[in-house]
């Protein structure tokens, strides 16, 4: 009989969490400059490839919690090893390292979408704003990024076994 073990369950939902929260965030981020991107290429569709780079760059955070999520599921051992046993404390660990990067890539995803969509507008009025475009949008980016990197540094720092 398959038996559920409570911590193993808990770091599940916090890898769970870290893509699920990171993956939201990179859709509507997308979506946003998605729609800013397609009212610009009807007009000029010879910016598209200045456009895609825009529309593109909200996706990273679904990335970044994928990345946590497969993190946190190789360290209990459910990829790439033997599922072990955890105990709930170790579990609460797991869980509480996925929330910086599925809130961190949530958010920024979402409003780096809102950054975007804005640089495709100026792109739209004067393409040399492309790269003005880029930078103000990957500044929303830097906090993607510590999540992860606060993740990792969590996830790494739990005793397992």
């Given amino acids: 009989m398959f038996e559920i073990n409570t911590g193993v369950a ?7 969490i870290a893509a ?12 946003l400059a998605g729609q800013s991107g397609t009212g610009v ?16 760059l909200p996706g990273t955070q679904g990335i970044y919690g994928f990345l946590g999520a497969l ?3 190789i360290q209990i051992g459910l990829i790439g090893g033997s599922a072990t046993t955890i105990d709930i404390s170790t579990g609460w660990q797991f869980f509480g390292a996925g929330i910086p990067v599925g809130l961190a890539g949530l958010f920024s995803g979402i409003h780096q979408g809102k950054v975007s969509a804005a640089g495709l507008n100026a792109i739209a009025k004067d393409s040399t704003n492309t790269g003005k475009a880029v930078i103000m949008s ?3 980016e830097t ?4 999540g992860l990197l606060v ?3 969590l996830i790494f720092g ?4």
């Fill in 71 to 73: 993190l946190i599921l």
């Fill in 138 to 140: 990957a500044m929303v």
């Fill in 41 to 56: 290429i009807s007009e000029k569709p010879e910016l598209f490839g200045k456009i895609l780079l825009l529309q593109a």
């Fill in 151 to 153: 993740s990792v540094l």
């Fill in 20 to 31: 699920a929260l990171g993956g939201i965030g990179s859709s509507i981020g997308v979506g």
């Fill in 143 to 146: 906090y993607a990024v510590l």
């Fill in 158 to 161: 739990i005793k397992v076994g």
């Fill in 10 to 16: 808990l770091a599940v939902l916090g890898a769970a």
